[in-house]
């Protein structure tokens, strides 16, 4: 297993300045580079000189996501596996976003693209290698430590996931169930050890659900509550906890309407963990499990 | 101010079996008597007797509501305050209910009856008065420590709140006022140094919107919200903030139709803090800060 | 009873500029006014001007305490009940300190002097008075909104606890009682309905053990601790929970060696609550409850 | 990478029925299976038959520790890379232990005993495998979900510290250093992407200075801490946060005279994160944040 994480979100604001704005001191990214169209930005305790980037667009939505591969050697062998897979692969040669190095480049079933990559230039946390204290000052926003997960939409729930699993030795955490009891509307996916890295879920092609953002406990989730009140922020769902993960959550829109999360607690993943499954009839419970009730937009809005 | 708390509520509740299974093992209340109509009960950290008592009855809401003063000899002073104020007393002897002593009962312009009594046997909160540790062993359920306060609706929302501040020295923590910013359609009313002991809001009259059970902290929160989810139990709204009182809360219904919430932080009250308003187009942040969504129920259903 | 609270302590702090930013940026204080000799301070969460005068001086400790009261008029009626119980008062002009009017003044047996007060200017909170947010933007530090309580030391334990239930009305919550069991070692009183407003221990005459702020939950002690590792504040105890209030806390030192103590949770305090008595030999448990060890410094060293 | 986790240590008991009670009572595991000599255990939410057991014994300390890893072949694989390594190796035959199957064993440089093993019976976690609530009824204790991690202690740290790693890459998260900037005192090492997996330090050969056991949140840490105070279990530090890892913890002694901690949070660790160093001057932060004083046990008291 050598992806270690989701290192990377590209997405199309059309709400540009709102948009910067919001990331930065709403959500509480730390912005490391700007182009004209373009902010790179991380999340606090990221080593890696961005995860998320904002693209200057007509539309909201997902330029494409990128998983971080522990070793250089691992584009190759990842791009021969695609292709013996079956997938057309092609190489995004470096520097052609700031900071990167190469990356291999591919489309999944449900139409997302998605990059590998191993190099990119480390900017640091924050806080010295030698005696740090546990956070730095100045943190502003709901300054989550770490970009999480995402959840991208699209026809083939099942072609995506039988990718993500047999190239990439994903293992499925979780999954709901259509009435049939086998065809999946969704599955969570991970090869770290945190019940997702990704999911994916029934929608329209190339959609994106939500990019997650990981916060640490109970009370922080509160503290961004707080945030997405005083900021008049579009809350969608949440303060909830997820049955699915068991984590707890809020869902809420940036102002170009892509959906955010923040995201804490949920189980720790192994791999010889039983892979757990939702029926259709109790997919409420696992979305919301207090009230059982997702609401509608949660099942029917992408960006 | 004489005025200690809600020291006791009596509720009808047509689900019988069903509500006294949940309000001991749900809510997590102790039960200390019953008889063939009434069961009553006590939170873990209240040394009287009882604080809720449930009446089997064909339909839900408040029998009446009691304040506990501190001294026996208010009895007579706020009767005679009551009486001179225009409103009518009546006397129940000690005995008429299980281990209460004597009370003055009247009735408030929004409808509801309101006792007052400064006797009721103790029968302590389960830990030792020596050397005790901070709390019990085997609580079950949501284990609110102590029964908090309660929202009673009506007509006449002036009428009640004056009595109350005039009669008994209630101060007003905040109230929400309609379109002409004078006319109350809700006031926060409290005696301790808590945000509220008793609120008023517009609605039928004698109507009960909710008793409030307090829990210490936001965890406590997502604890009663697991319970609530692992028992169906049907969810009004939350976990949420109210900007009214600052606390954090859940509201839901008790099996009978009732609604209950459990209500955590809140800023402390003195007297001398300024009353905040609301006005009426921003009551859904008051209720509900983070979404500004209060929902519909939570303003129309009333037991 | 109209006591509101502790309102005020003057703090003698030799240590000047380095105690001044302490409280500032590690308590997160807010400065209202400041002369050549004093810098007068508040909590966020408090209206009045302040409640924290710091006072330049050779030494450290308490200059003196006061409480605020609700009304005007309890200037006279407590000088007269104070007088009759044989204790000499002072007035101080309004103006005496910056923003505060008349104040009466006396001192108790173990040597503290205490004012009683009813006019302050008010200076808010930081919010508006019409649809507030649940807290203002801009705090730091620990950022406590409210000056909690006080422990003052001296030799006649009993007789300043005597004088505050006689004269004020202050109730007992809890005591640690000598092996006779009787004598008082401590006393935890109250007028509120937090577990204590002020508390009395045996110690040098006109001793200060500590001041303490409020935090709302165990999440902001963390955080309070973390400031303390942050700033290499010299902590005495802590985070723990005191078995008496069983509130959890913190116990450090500001940097002119006056004790200071966040605080948090605890009962609601009822005048009808028994008293809770600790035994000479479970003081340990009383103080630290989790380790049963309050350390050496604790019962020995006060400003 | 395929060690998946610390799959189960077996500790020495001498004070043998005290130590039954406390691990299933005070720390909250599940009895599995019981012979004679041994009593096996479960944290809760862990699938396999086993992860911790007690072996009845003259003294105090660790029989072995064992990885799960997870694939059946990596025996194979690790047994050759051990021996290749220079480092002899048996096998252990399945059902030597209830419950296992087949165990490679080999002896760490520090002297401790370390298993690998891919077959463990599977038991549940109490939870269905179809809309599973987030939590079981009837837990009881500290109820952590999870062992988390060891500490080990020896002369040889390097020596372990460099077979850990170079044989089943481990990588090092962080790591305190001698006056000569260079020799660790100890390493913290990881596979999974939690701060540690296992942890090395100078101390007794074959020595065990704590197991440690998976908490979610500092909320569980305080109810951890009141557990131990109500059953007057000797508690060595805490709670407190580790400035390595940014865990925060307590520690805490088992009836016979072995360490165990409850640790939550830290950082999420990933095999790209610069290691962090602490010098031996800092030492005291790097363990006790707040405070900055381990306290002398800490660090002179192994099993």
Request: glycine share 10%; proline share 5%.
């Amino acid at each position: 297993m050598t992806i270690m994480r989701l290192g990377r979100v590209q997405l199309r604001v059309p709400n540009w300045e709102e948009s910067i704005e919001y990331y930065k001191n709403v959500i509480g990214l730390i912005e490391t580079y700007r182009d004209e169209n373009h902010v790179y930005l991380k999340a606090w305790d990221e080593h890696d000189h961005h995860s998320v980037i904002l693209e200057k667009a007509d539309s909201a939505g997902l330029d494409h996501l990128a998983f971080k591969v522990r070793f250089d050697e691992d584009l190759d062998t990842y791009e021969k596996k695609l292709n013996e897979y079956g997938v057309a692969t092609e190489r995004i040669p470096a520097g052609t976003r700031v900071a990167e190095g190469e990356a291999v480049r591919f489309q999944v079933p449900t139409g997302q693209y998605i990059e590998l990559y191993s190099q990119i230039e480390k900017v640091g946390n924050g806080l010295p290698l030698v005696n740090p204290a546990p956070w730095p000052d100045g943190l502003v926003g709901m300054a989550p430590p770490r970009l999480d997960h995402l959840l991208i939409a699209g026809e083939d729930v099942e072609g995506t996931t039988k990718l993500l699993q047999e190239v990439f030795g994903f293992s499925m955490a979780e999954r709901v169930v259509l009435e049939d009891g086998e065809t999946p509307l969704a599955t969570w996916l991970f090869v770290s050890n945190k019940a997702h890295d990704i999911a994916v879920i029934k929608g329209p092609n190339g959609g994106l659900h939500h990019i997650a953002f990981y916060l640490e406990e109970w009370s922080d989730i509160r503290k961004a509550a707080d945030i997405i009140g005083k900021n008049n922020i579009s809350l969608d769902k949440g303060p909830v906890r997820h049955g699915i993960t068991r984590g707890t959550t809020i869902y809420f829109f940036d102002p170009s309407g892509n959906r955010n999360e923040v995201f804490c607690g949920g189980y720790i993943a192994y791999h010889d963990n039983p892979t757990i499954t939702w029926t259709i009839d109790n997919v409420g419970e696992g979305i919301s499990f207090f009230d059982k009730d997702p609401g509608e937009r949660f099942t029917t809005v992408f960006s």
